[in-house]
C-alpha cells in the first residue's frame, strides 16, 4: 500500500507564493503519474496539475496555468506544486494522488489516480 503525505500548505497574501509537496511512502515501479486536487466545502475535488513520471508531461487546469508548476523527483518518489501569483480563489485543501498500473488515462480527472493523500489546507487572503 503506497501512502502519500502532503506538506507546505498554509496561509499566505494574494500576490505570494507557496510549494507544496508530496511523498510517497515507497517506490512503486507501476506508478505512472501523480498529479494535485483541490477541494471546497459543498463542491467537487478538482484537479489542478498532473504529470507523467515516466516522461515528464504535464497538463494544468485553465486556471491555474502559468502560475502553477508540477515538478517531480523521482529518485526522492516526491511531486511538488509551486504555486505563484496566488488569488483568494485557491483557498482549498490540496490534495496529492498516485496513478499506477492501468490508470492516468486523464492527468485531470480523478478516476485517474488510486492513491490519495490526505491533504494540506492552503489559505489565500485578499
Known amino acids: 500500500q503506497v501512502q502519500l503525505v502532503e506538506s507546505g500548505g498554509g496561509s499566505v497574501q494574494a500576490g505570494g507564493s507557496l510549494r507544496l509537496s508530496c511523498a510517497a511512502s515507497?517506490?512503486?515501479?507501476?506508478?505512472?503519474?501523480m498529479g494535485w486536487f483541490r477541494q471546497t466545502p459543498g463542491k467537487e475535488r478538482e484537479g489542478v496539475a498532473g504529470i507523467y513520471t515516466g516522461n515528464g508531461v504535464t497538463a494544468y487546469a485553465d486556471s491555474v496555468k502559468g502560475r502553477f508548476t508540477i515538478s517531480r523527483d523521482n529518485a526522492k518518489n516526491t511531486v511538488y506544486l509551486q504555486m505563484n501569483s496566488l488569488k483568494p480563489e485557491a483557498t482549498a485543501m490540496y490534495y496529492c494522488?498516485?496513478?499506477?498500473?492501468?490508470?492516468?488515462?486523464?492527468?485531470?480527472?480523478?478516476?485517474?489516480?488510486?492513491?490519495w493523500g490526505q491533504g494540506t489546507q492552503v489559505t489565500v487572503s485578499s
Open positions: 494522488a498516485l496513478g499506477s498500473g492501468g490508470y492516468c488515462v486523464f492527468l485531470l480527472g480523478r478516476n485517474g489516480y488510486n492513491y
Open positions: 515507497k517506490y512503486t515501479i507501476n506508478t505512472r503519474c
